[in-house]
């Protein structure tokens, strides 16, 4: 007996290992290099400096790159910082980039280019540096700001942002919305009226038409999300003091969920922490809700195996997803996988210790979340 | 030492499956037989057909069911869905009934019967099934919606509910209501004025008086259920999506718990998931506040350990309860009272093996949240 | 290996034991002799009699000080109430306060003096009976309610208050406020203008001046403690049923963390049980917030390895501290320090035996929550 419980988890988690994971959201990897101030504030959700009195480097994810990260730059697991930056910037961001993505086991990445993208590596570049393809994600609220920077009519911009969103999304694999950094998710979730959209838009638009944080706005690119058919992402749960931690509670989606159940459409809550429950919730209920618990992952470190536990709760398993919301450092990328490798195999592998599951089912779970729920969803082609 | 370690949980556990348990929150098994369709419409929450690339079996629930009701009709463990629904087709619901419950190790049951009574099993044929005695909880919304339904004036109504509370709880136990599905807990707690009532009565009545979701009438229910005077049930949290979860913390009650205090009636808040923690707060704080987590219990199947942990964090263990919430398939009931008795067997029995508990507290605390405490508070013969 | 994994824990938890803990946050220990009734009362956040049908003691925070304070005692762990009681009486609560204060390992304590400071040690008499060094933390309310009762001209409060505090905290450490009982959290954060102020101290001391509940008066408080510079408490979560624990919630503090954080003034928040993660994203989120999790930990007993697990998610371990905010029974000055040692032991070494930190890691990150954080916020001399 003891014999098997200690072979039985390591079954799972080798099956783990060599499972190529489909990452449903990430942003590229930093093509720069990176000063250690640039570093460290790419390491937290703070936008502050960091206070002189601390680093970053002290903290689950910190501790998570000097121990996971530093060996794939071929350095002893918890090194100082000191010894992993001197490192990181002798190898380069190009070689940095090829060794930590390629060590993360992705079959597939979904990459997100609405935010500072022009930092950051493209899906064509995350596909080069990784050795696996990349396709895009589209963010909304960028293309909204886009055509308002091109010169706009408040009563061409819905016709205008119907037209661009289609015209940039030909080759995209889905779309996602910031709408909780934007205002919250606490927004009257039914279609706004095409005079209300015409009216906020002239108000927008007569400030300058950049950061787009009207509710009516946002709400009216949900619904022109929905029309066009795509997977639709949704910010929810943790990020950066940008957005009220409050309003980001996915419960406050409700409305639009079942609004939204005749599209079709499937949505996806990203990250949720710490509301990853009440996510689960949400999955079982309604079936066109999904969800993952990415970003968290990262951040928690150690403790990544009570939050990925706590997502294999209630909601049915075809339901939830793997994102690593990776954005900057390729330690991002390379830990979100990791991580979400190791907590897995720890829970499922408690799971068949305690005789509650069979190597089998566990295996079966680790392969639909990693990677199969997101291919189904997506539309990509079996095993990449 | 390491001896004891290991004797000491399988001392916890076999207390934990000696002892006979109070349900003291289930609905009927279903005395059909179901078929596919019908019986994964049964382990799931969600109101809308299971969509045909997945199956409600790819859940904790279900995986539960694989694992532990398979052997009690006869078949290996982690057998297939298919394999399953075989063999409870061939047993028929009546056999089916009597060995899930029979091996459920309950003492009493306290059978809800106001939600879709004429599929289900009523007291008499869950004692009959069982081999335990089983009392009712009455529903006060069906009450009145059943009052409606015969016929009311307006100005009538808080009399003819009254008297039909009254009659129809003449052997009952206890109360229930639902207006977390209703409304949403977040209503005035204080007692409606009559004319109020009337006024409310006259506008639902008019509408047909069919469900009953008037925030001032579910608040008249339930202050004419607290002057009824037999221990109250609240649905809170978890449930189907009729429900908004937001709407369903317990916080909400404050109000009406400290008015409700000086009136005695023990205020019983049921499933509570994901805010067991807030209800243990309030068991705390209040001492006419108990609470469980059934439902819960079911629906996170091998992680229901890490939910029975939170629920015994800061109530005193004199508040705390057990139920299944089953409905229907009688694996529900079968396994609310199985994962429980290993969630307790393996929390309680780690603060033994971990020396900050004895053995003996152990017992007694299973003992008084499995069955004491709820014999107290319904005032139920000991050992049934 | 299982040579190295039993013994690393083993070294984090000896390093833990040797740590002298700055406890950031208690009340001082009562200096009275408790019976049965009063030692209950004091052991539960309940402001009701304990009920006839119960005792306190079944709860984590009893067992725990039947766990560890007997043996303290001079009695067998898992002795009897009556037992505990008895012996406690028979050595008087000088030397019950000797032996237990004694016994924390605590190097210096910071003592909130605002809540029915009659009862209880001071500063000095907390001092004396541990033998470590106690500074004052005082609480704005108290100060203001001092004003009021003094005699004080509506037109006057403002710059009354602000010489009294500045009088009052000559030699305190940190300031404390209990906004969330006196109002909630949802406070507008904004600094209020003068004339509000005297209109609202107007009406107050019209009704006496006692117990302050205005939330323009309590907003008052706040920011002249701002101006006066030292680091400021704030009551957060989990406390008496004087509170309503949803509007307890730290992230509702999201506004004055904002406004505040030009002054530089560190925010402290306390308990925050069950919102540790919330309080957690705060501490990463925004460079002057710190927090803890104390008064959970002791309520919580064999459960608060999870809940101190979960103070260790995302928020950067220069911001989290320890607290025990005990009041009274000297018991509870113990049991923080001891159940805190002991769920960091497990946690930290839990990260250790899974290969995740490094021994010196778990170490330090001990040796920065249990001291160095608080001695750096407060200005504490290393080593007390």
């Known amino acids: 007996m003891s014999i098997e419980l200690d072979l039985v988890p390591g079954g799972v988690a080798r099956a783990l290992d060599a499972l190529p994971l489909v990452d449903h959201h990430a942003h590229g990897a930093t093509a720069r290099d990176l000063s250690r101030n640039a570093f460290e504030e790419l390491i937290t959700e703070s936008d502050q400096p960091v206070p002189e009195w601390m680093t970053q480097f002290d903290s689950q994810l910190g501790f998570a790159i000097l121990r996971h990260c530093a060996p794939v730059l071929g350095l002893e697991p918890f090194c100082t910082p000191e010894e992993y930056l001197a490192r990181r910037a002798r190898l380069g961001a190009e070689e940095v980039n090829r060794l930590l993505l390629g060590a993360a086991g992705i079959g597939h990445f979904l990459i997100e280019t609405g935010y500072r993208a022009e930092e950051l590596l493209g899906p064509s570049g995350m596909a080069e540096a990784s050795g696996a393809p990349a396709d895009e994600v589209v963010r909304l609220e960028t ?207 408690g799971f068949v210790a305690e005789e509650e599951w069979s190597v089998a089912q566990a295996v079966r779970v680790a392969s639909m979340v990693g990677a199969e729920n997101a291919r189904r969803v997506y539309g990509l082609a079996a095993g990449g």
């Not at 920077?149 to 661009?164: I, K, Q, V």
């Not at 999955?283 to 990415?294: E, H, I, K, L, S």
């Open 143 to 349: 293309v909204a700001e886009q055509v308002a920077a091109g010169g706009c009519e408040a009563s061409a911009f819905a016709d205008r942002f119907a037209r661009a969103l289609w015209e940039r999304t030909r080759t995209a694999r889905g779309l996602k919305t910031v709408a909780a950094y934007r205002y919250g998710l606490d927004f009257d979730p039914a279609r706004p009226a095409r005079d209300e959209v015409t009216e906020a838009a002239g108000r927008w638009l007569a400030e300058g038409g950049r950061r787009l944080s009207d509710p009516v706005l946002l709400r009216h690119l949900i619904w022109t999300g929905l029309e066009r058919g795509l997977p639709l992402q949704f910010h929810v749960g943790i990020g950066d003091p940008d957005l009220d931690l409050r309003r980001s509670d996915p419960l406050l989606l409700r409305g639009l969920i079942e609004l939204a159940e005749p599209t079709g459409v499937p949505l996806l809550l990203l990250h949720c922490y710490p509301y990853q429950r009440q996510a689960g919730f949400l999955a079982q209920a309604y079936p066109n809700v999904y969800f993952d618990v990415g970003l968290g992952v990262g951040y928690t470190g150690a403790r990544s195996v009570s939050l990925v536990a706590e997502s294999l709760e209630v909601a049915p398993f075809a339901k939830i997803l793997f994102s690593s919301d990776a954005f900057g450092p390729a330690e991002l990328h390379h830990l979100g996988a990791l991580l979400w490798r190791r907590a897995m195999a720890r829970v499922l592998g």
